[in-house]
């Protein structure tokens, strides 16, 4: 943005003296009004006219009149001013410290194991007085809801594992990749046809029939056999050892869940996927989602998720 030379002189006091004397018309009342020296209101009056290049105010007997100059500004001053004061608002606006507030988000497991935790410890540890409310996933990112102000946030899958809103914002927030789980004992899995050969196990931590490995074996005209339907990743991984069964999980899970008696192992061309924060535009500038969204992401920096 290129700014007049002159103009870079100009602060946020020059603005309030050039707003008070076309209100008052007169210098002393203008310092009294703004608790200045009338040697500051009269410098800032010169830095005014130099940058300006016009007289602004002229010195009648019935005090400061403005110029055609001066009243084409006075709009544009007061905006500037206002905008100043709107910038100091939203910045402070939402103190987490000052009274209860619940956030309700929707999110897979995966947001439940890996990021709630320690964003629970770290809201705790400060003493702030706010409560998350967190409902299960379904197969599509519920717009509507937060649209509506009955979501805050919103977590979900990509690239492009839920149909796109105009009305939501996103922000990918870490990158994962799948592995495949076996029995310690069992034959290791090499290959593709190996995989879609083995029985699975299919966790369902967010509500759908199908998941990202389902389309991405769609897509190379492959189909797997799913032996058993879980609730969760931790329920998918018991049914695991002295099996011959196959899971797919987060590599970040397994990080986290793993189990002795198990081994994983990439399999050759498994997709990667991003877990993504999306809210909706209405709220993107909303004092209360932009601190819950910098919590998360913090949370995320420190825990070397990012």
């Known amino acids: 943005m290129l700014i007049a030379n002159g103009l870079r002189k100009i602060d946020i006091q020059d603005l309030l003296v050039f707003l008070e004397i076309y209100e008052r018309q007169y210098l002393g009342e203008v ?3 703004l608790n200045l020296s009338a040697s500051s209101v009269s410098y800032s009056l010169k830095k005014l006219r130099g940058s300006f ?24 001053a007061r905006t500037m001013v206002e905008l100043m004061n709107a910038c100091f608002s ?23 194991l890996l990021i709630l935790p320690p964003l629970l410890r770290r809201l705790s540890a400060a003493g702030y007085p706010v409560s ?36 939501l914002v996103s ?22 046809d190996a995989f879609c050969a083995r029985r699975q196990v299919f966790p369902t ?15 190379q005209g492959r189909s797997r056999q799913i032996a058993a339907r879980t609730n969760n990743y931790l329920a998918a991984l018991q049914l695991i050892p002295a099996s011959d069964l196959l899971l797919v999980l987060p590599a970040r899970v ?5 189990d002795p008696r198990t081994c994983a192992s990439p399999l050759p061309n498994l997709p990667s996927f991003s877990l993504e924060m999306l809210w ?14 910098e919590q998360i992401l913090s949370v995320c920096a420190e825990q070397s998720l990012l």
Not at 99 to 111: G, I, K, V
């Open 171 to 192: 922000l990918a927030l870490l990158k994962d990749d799948l592995l495949c789980i076996r029995n310690a004992g069992s034959a290791p899995v090499d290959d593709l």
């Open 205 to 219: 931590p967010w509500d759908s029939d199908r998941n990202m490995i389902d389309g991405w074996l769609q897509q």
């Open 90 to 112: 939203e910045a402070s606006a939402f103190d987490p410290s000052q009274a209860p507030r619940t956030f309700r988000l929707c999110a897979p497991e995966y947001f439940e």
């Open 132 to 167: 998350l409310v967190v409902q299960r996933l379904g197969r599509e990112i519920p717009a509507e809801a937060l649209l509506h102000g009955e979501l805050d946030l919103a977590l979900g899958f990509g690239p492009h594992q839920h149909r796109a809103h105009p009305g």
């Open 53 to 76: 290049a016009d007289e602004l105010f002229i010195a009648t007997r019935s005090g400061m009149q403005p110029t055609r100059k001066a009243q084409a500004m006075r709009h544009h």
């Open 254 to 258: 397994h990080e986290r869940l793993g």
């Open 31 to 33: 310092a009294e009004a």
């Open 280 to 293: 909706a535009q209405p709220f993107d500038q909303d004092p209360a989602n932009i601190w819950l969204r």
